[in-house]
């Protein structure tokens, strides 16, 4: 073999590598800029680029010394770096989540180890001020052996994490060449098993560093605050000999405050900050530490903050806080892992956008940049070490119940000692390169290992090194509960996706630990439907200190347009790859392409930076609930209202600088408004906070939330609501009269201007003619069935089993009668499907007036042996011309009953193509709830339902048969029709792709219910 086995050796992680240090970039003069521009260093020598690149299906493969200098055969292809060379035609792309996608073996991979040789040439400049070089990798993945002009430098692991090479005494002036072999699996893999694709290359940047002889080479700046006063200590080491330093701390604007010049007192400096300006998430401030040193100078960024746990609850700055997070994994579906500044930035901005304060880097460290663009716009990091061996669980057990798994889940790594070493380097990198970055508040260890003396080692080192932060590790729940274990050394009690009766439990037994939900909400496809009740949890106790949505982004692998234009994105399965685990990477509040997920934006309005409490209407006075940690609601944000009677604004203004109050963090605070409410009419008062002054990424009237009410008025004291169904005059013309016939199967009900045919056998309308235009291009259905989304993973299996995707309607008895002047048709039904008993029991009653207006009223009653319905309702196939849509209720996004934070109540207008949510998947979408009216009209015809109980509705140019049947959502074929849903009810969302299952009040479950609609044919302008 042409290199050693390092990469099956659990106990040479890497050879030559320099020491563990914090991240930083040198320069011959003081740049403040360097830490976004440092390529413009001079001390910084970028390698990347189009290196030379040849692939090996196997390690054995490689019998050439390819590194020589002189070597000049084989052909070899170009191909960027950084860059995962899955992405350019080589190897095959391959999703997996828990399972390993090779044999668990540890140590060994498969002996047929795929791999890349890479090759680049380049020219060097010796500076006489900095004669030593250093190469840095900041992300290889699996392992790689690097070699500089012919000569071997090291080998190094940790794909997330990077190594550094002293190459002064092998690089040359002039031309250089640099040749890197890169393994796709290692042992370091089987602590790699993150829930994403496998890819492998060279995926961050490559790089030289020039260096003094004598320099500083590490330093840890720590914070303690005392009254007043900052002080701050900063541990250095130093390459060469120790020098004097000079360490200058400049604030925000660029003034010099205080500094240090001299020598060290035990290889440390000590400065204090007289009256600081604290860091937080909410005003990131920052001061810059500028240390010159001999021929070098470091521009680094300090934030004063301090996290601690007290009496069970998190503090930051002395403040409770709550972290309304996310998971971010590194993903670009043309990139992959490789992510540039801008693409950071762009995510950060989202993010900023939609009120996210924290990110938890799943399930690595991200690119040291990361956290410096999070210390500057202001996020609270959870930072992870590289490490999940979640493959593990997945071992052949005769025993394979959930119990038996997780007590022996740790046996094989956590809690095995040939592991500690690669466990605790992982932790050590980690800590190491991010010690002085602000925005990390939280270390965490990794994810979903279970746990062991692996961990308890890697614990201990980062508590006793860095104390000024927290600790986290979820999976320290999983052990052998026949020993015993320290968790001394965590800080925080972390679960992911626990039902809230969990959180209520844990808070009940004062535990001593804050709760933290490191992964809650699946965001997976059309969701999440529970951040509103998770939000009321978190808020209801202080020791739960928030938590992190799973997850930011849809992974998925771009693969170009279709014909029509149509992006393609490919998932687990799509590459004919084994084991994969399908489209569970589709998981995020953002598409692949950063376009927001309607779960982004209820996520946005659940986490808005106020809340109203109570309304009184008579003094139009409001109250307002500042949920900011560190900020007046008066110096964040400004207020409009707007006040719609039936959807038309009659009334909205802005609240004055003048008649703002102040509202402290965590306080509440009153406001009058001044407006009318008219009597009759759905009339919502919506108040609106904006952004009032303009931030790094946020324009100044930048739209952070809304709070609705429902104010009252005649209309609302006489009923339970208000619905506009009860104001929708339907006037019947003079002169109608029926013609009726009927035969064994129909009845034909002929007015003066409508022909309508109901089937006796269904129990439904097989036509409908309207002024001589077709409203049905196919008999409408009673509707049970929907288009399983992917948190209706688990419960489809019951629905299939329930055969509620066959189920069909069959009559019994019919009759008929006119009767004041309307046909009233009675029909005794039944909702079956081949193989089981009846579905639903159901009397049918449609009253048809002379003007061919429609009335149904269904009395359901569901066998309590089947499972919860997916939903009820109409299902009719309206003329493909028929797609403007005028609705009054929830919207203007998709909503459900446990989904509808992001809408509001009004009048919307739409086209049927606009409300469908195009899921890369193929699932239900674009439901409107809390319906009164909705119009839909086209070519001269219109079809109002109104009800006397609000509905819900979708209407869609797909069935729900194409939206279940297909996979991608490039492989839509449109129906023809007009598809419209008019629901009495649908199931909720929930998260159960990954989290607890829907919770009761959410649950289609009713055993009776009544179910009444009016549809109202006419002629329409358009």
Request: one cysteine or more; proline letters at 4%; aromatic letters at 14%.
């Amino acid at each position: 073999m042409i290199v050693p086995r390092h990469y099956e050796n659990l106990h040479l992680l890497h050879e030559n590598t320099m020491p563990n240090r914090a991240y930083y970039i040198p320069a011959s003069k003081a740049r403040f800029d360097l830490i976004e521009h440092r390529e413009e260093s001079d001390r910084f020598e970028l390698l990347s680029g189009v290196w030379k690149f040849r692939y090996f299906d196997s390690i054995y493969d490689v019998k050439d010394e390819f590194f020589l200098e002189d070597y000049d055969k084989g052909t070899y292809d170009d191909i960027p770096v950084p860059g995962c060379f899955q992405n350019y035609g080589y190897d095959r792309h391959q999703y997996t989540n828990v399972r390993y996608p090779f044999p668990m073996d540890p140590p060994y991979v498969p002996a047929e180890n795929p791999c890349g040789a890479y090759v680049h040439h380049f020219v060097y400049e010796r500076d006489e001020n900095a004669p030593r070089a250093f190469l840095n990798f900041e992300g290889v993945d699996s392992c790689f052996y690097v070699w500089l002009n012919g000569s071997y430098v090291g080998y190094s692991q940790v794909s997330h994490s990077t190594s550094e090479f002293d190459v002064t005494g092998l690089i040359r002036e002039g031309e250089n060449t640099l040749a890197v072999l890169v393994l796709k699996w290692c042992d370091g893999s089987y602590l790699e098993d993150q829930d994403k694709f496998r890819m492998t290359g060279i995926f961050r940047d490559v790089y030289l560093l020039k260096r003094p002889e004598d320099c500083i080479f590490d330093y840890f700046l720590t914070i303690s605050l005392e009254g007043d006063q900052a002080h701050i200590q900063a541990d250095v080491t130093f390459l060469g000999k120790e020098i004097p330093i000079r360490a200058m701390i400049y604030d925000s604007s660029g003034n010099l405050i205080t500094g240090h010049e001299g020598g060290l007192e035990d290889g440390k400096i000590f400065i204090t900050i007289e009256d600081p300006v604290l860091w937080n998430a909410e005003r990131p401030y920052l001061y810059t530490v500028v240390l010159e040193c001999g021929n070098e100078v470091i521009v680094d960024r300090l934030g004063i903050r301090e996290i601690a746990v007290k009496d069970g609850v998190v503090y930051f700055n002395g403040e409770k806080i709550k972290f309304h997070g996310v998971n971010r994994h590194d993903s670009d579906p043309v990139t992959g892992f490789v992510i540039s500044l801008e693409q950071m930035k762009k995510d950060l901005r989202i993010m900023k956008e939609h009120n996210v304060n924290a990110i938890r880097t799943s399930h690595y460290p991200d690119g040291p940049q990361f956290y410096q663009l999070c210390d500057e716009y202001g996020f609270y990091v959870i930072d992870e070490a590289d490490n999940e061996s979640h493959g593990t669980n997945s071992i052949y057990m005769e025993d394979n119940s959930a119990e038996a798994v997780h007590d022996r889940w740790n046996r094989a790594i956590a809690d095995n000692p040939e592991f500690t070493q690669a466990t605790v380097d992982r932790a050590q990198l980690l800590v190491e390169r991010d010690k002085n970055r602000p925005s990390v508040v939280i270390w965490s260890m990794g994810n979903e290992c279970a746990y062991g003396c692996t961990f308890e080692a890697a614990l201990a080192w980062t508590k006793a090194f860095d104390p000024f932060r927290l600790t986290h590790y979820e999976a320290a729940r999983y052990r052998d509960k026949s020993k015993e274990y320290d968790f001394s050394n965590l800080d925080l009690y972390s679960r992911m996706y626990p039902k809230l009766e969990e959180i209520h439990e844990y808070m009940g037994r004062n535990a001593g630990k804050p709760f933290i939900l490191c992964e809650y909400s699946h965001a997976m496809g059309n969701g999440p439907g529970d951040l509103e009740d998770y939000y009321k949890v978190f808020d209801q106790y202080d020791g739960v200190c928030g938590g992190f949505v799973w997850e930011w982004c849809d992974h998925a692998i771009y693969q170009g347009r279709t014909l029509d234009g149509k992006p393609m994105y490919l998932y687990g399965g799509d590459h004919g790859e084994y084991p994969h685990d399908g489209n569970f990477c589709m998981d995020g509040l953002v598409y692949p392409d950063r376009r927001p997920h309607t779960g982004l934006m209820e996520f946005k309005n659940v986490y808005r930076p106020a809340r109203l409490v109570s309304f009184d209407q008579e003094k139009k006075e409001l109250e307002l609930h500042n949920r900011m940690d560190f900020t007046d609601l008066k110096d964040y944000a400004v207020i409009g209202y707007e006040v719609t009677c039936d959807g038309e604004i009659i009334a909205k203004g802005m609240i004055g600088e003048g008649d703002m109050p102040e509202i402290k963090p965590h306080d509440k605070g009153s406001l009058t408004l001044d407006f009318v409410v008219p009597e009759k009419g759905a009339c919502y008062l919506k108040v609106n906070y904006l952004l009032k002054q303009s931030s790094a990424f946020l324009a100044a009237g930048s739209f952070l939330g809304f709070d609705e009410v429902l104010l009252e008025n005649e209309d609302m004291r006489n009923q339970t609501g208000v619905c506009m169904s009860e104001r929708q005059e339907t006037k019947e013309r003079d002169g109608g009269c029926f013609k009726i016939k009927e035969d064994d199967r129909y009845l034909f009900i002929n007015g003066t201007n409508f022909s309508y045919t109901y089937n006796k056998l269904t129990g439904c309308f097989q036509e409908m003619v309207f002024e001589n235009r077709t409203l049905l291009e196919r008999p409408m259905e009673y509707n049970i069935w929907r288009a399983p989304t992917d948190n209706d993973r688990y419960i489809k299996n019951k629905w299939l089993a329930a055969r509620y995707d066959r189920a069909i309607s069959r009559a019994y008895e019919t009759s008929w009668e006119i009767k004041e002047g309307r046909v009233e048709i009675r029909t005794a039904l039944s909702i079956t499907a081949v193989v089981v008993q009846r579905i639903l029991t159901m009397e049918a009653l449609w009253t048809i007036g002379t003007d061919g207006v429609l009335d149904g009223k269904l009395d359901v009653k569901r066998d309590v042996e089947f499972p919860e319905l997916p939903r009820f309702g109409l299902r009719l196939f309206l003329p493909e011309s028929m797609d403007q849509i005028t609705y009054y209720g929830l919207g203007p996004v998709e909503n459900y009953m446990d989904k509808r934070r992001a809408s509001y109540h009004g009048l919307f207008t739409s086209c049927v193509k606009e409300m469908h949510e195009d899921y890369l998947r193929p699932q239900e979408n674009g439901s409107r709830s809390d319906c009164d009216f909705v119009k839909i009209q086209g070519r001269g015809t219109a079809l109002s339902t109104v009800s006397g109980r609000t509905f819900s509705f979708n209407a869609s140019v797909y069935t729900q048969e194409e939206l279940t049947r297909k996979a991608h959502n490039y492989e839509l074929t449109p129906s023809g029709y007009t598809v419209l849903c008019l629901d009495y009810r649908q199931d909720g969302i929930g998260s159960a792709s990954c989290g607890p299952e829907l919770r009761k009040e959410y649950r289609f479950d009713e055993e009776e219910f009544v179910f009444e609609v009016r549809l109202v044919p006419e002629n329409a302008e358009i």
